[in-house]
């Protein structure tokens, strides 16, 4: 005995119904039998030496309409068998198996045929109509796909500017209320506009994969072109055109450049024409830019260079600190030369100097360091002490740098005793223009 809900022969559920299948033995014979529970050719389940067998569907769905069987057998005898009929009421929508079609295209004066295709059980009523008057005769017909599936025709003839535009059909089949669909006809021209056009974010160093939807035909097959171009450059390349399949398209774009941008345009085409606009869309194959990687090396020779500029520019000022500040703690002074070529005088021998903050300088050889900076040490010094002016206006003219100058200063050398500008001990030639 085979059942459905513990019902045979032909059994009816609501979609979404659970719904158990059961098959019983009156004897399993000797060898015991091998039960299987089928949906025409699967199986759904198998029992070994018993005299039962089930199978439960949790919610039964429209397209699991059908019959279901049970086959016994013990590899002695002939199986037997038992079926049971399942039909699941549910209401109306669009067949997904059947691409579907709510635009059509036709010429003034042409015939064009519209249609519907629908699950539905149990069979419906179709009802056309249309919001405007017109010369068509909207009776209709309809014929069944499947058990399950059923298709509504109009047929429209010698069509008018006045038959153009949408109509509508009403699907009944008395499960959760009617459902009505709008089908448009419109003149036949150029294709629309594709939509969704996008890449898919699984590019590779030298390919790039893209899809789109496409749009109404315009009432002719309608193909698509897909052109790119690398990003700063003006030329647009042709790399391939595509047939419409009805249904989202993909297409893998190869002979691409690693790392390199690129801008893909794509456009449908038909006998009427072209569609209205290009759609774009920008995206990347996989790897390093390469001008990234020609830039790389020149950015980090100059960053180079110019550090070690600077560098060597802060390490010269910070010896020169150094330098002068080691002179001023020892003790150097200038002394006024009549023939204008005064020089730093220091006593030759090694001296000690102060040991703060001058670790690496403890002895210095005057003569010896600093021979090369007398000259510009003496200008610098020079310039500096100009403020203190010879007073002694016996003094001969040619004895003096300070050329010129009769009038009585307005201090006396006491007045500057507290200078760091002192004699470290060498003999003046010209006591008179000495510096203490």
């Known amino acids: ?111 064009v045929t519209v249609s519907v295709t629908v699950l539905t059980y149990p069979l419906p009523t179709f009802t056309w109509s249309r919001s405007v008057s017109t010369s068509q005769d909207l009776t209709g017909s309809s014929s069944p796909v499947s058990d399950i599936s059923v298709t509504a025709r109009l047929h429209l003839t010698n069509l008018q500017q006045q038959d153009f535009g949408n109509y509508c059909v009403t699907v009944d089949n008395g499960v959760g209320g009617s459902l009505t669909y709008t089908i448009s006809v419109v003149s036949a021209g150029p294709p629309q506009t594709p939509t969704q056009f996008r890449d898919l974010d699984n590019a590779t160093k030298s390919s790039i994969w893209l899809s789109w939807l496409p749009g109404f035909n315009g009432g002719h097959p309608q193909t698509f072109l897909i052109e790119y171009r690398q990003f700063g450059t003006r030329t647009w390349i042709v790399y391939n055109s595509y047939d419409d399949t009805g249904e989202m398209m993909v297409a893998d774009v190869t002979g691409l450049i690693s790392g390199e941008i690129y801008i893909f345009r794509i456009q449908a085409r038909n006998d009427n024409g072209d569609s209205e606009r290009y759609v774009f869309v920008e995206t990347v194959t996989a790897g390093d830019q390469p001008n990234q990687q020609k830039l790389e090396p020149s950015c980090i020779s100059t960053g180079v260079t110019a550090g070690a500029a600077v560098g060597g520019i802060l390490f010269t000022l910070l010896i020169e600190g150094i330098v002068m500040m080691a002179l001023y703690k020892n003790g150097y002074c200038l002394r006024n030369n009549p023939k204008g070529t005064g020089a730093l005088k220091r006593n030759p021998e090694t001296v000690e100097m102060d040991n703060r903050d001058y670790s690496s300088l403890d002895q210095i050889s005057a003569p010896d360091q600093y021979s090369n900076l007398e000259e510009e040490l003496e200008k610098q010094q020079y310039t500096q002490l100009k403020i203190y002016e010879n007073t002694k206006a016996e003094a001969a003219a040619d004895t003096s740098t300070y050329k010129g100058v009769t009038e009585t200063p307005p201090v006396t050398y006491e007045s500057i005793m507290t200078s760091p500008y002192q004699n470290t001990g060498a003999q003046s030639q010209d006591p008179g223009n000495e510096i203490h």
């Open 1 to 111: 005995m085979m059942t459905a809900n513990s019902r045979s022969g032909s059994v009816t559920v609501n979609e979404s119904d659970p719904v158990t299948f059961k098959c019983e033995l009156d004897d399993a014979g000797n060898p015991r039998s091998v039960i299987r529970l089928m949906n025409r050719s699967e199986e759904l389940t198998r029992s070994d030496n018993s005299l039962t067998a089930t199978y439960r569907l949790g919610s039964a769905d429209c397209r699991q309409r059908g019959n279901y069987s049970c086959t016994a057998t013990n590899n002695t005898m002939e199986p037997v068998s038992q079926t049971v009929e399942l039909l699941v009421k549910c209401s109306t929508r669009l067949d997904e198996t059947v691409a579907p079609q709510l635009t059509y295209a036709a010429t003034l004066g042409g015939n």
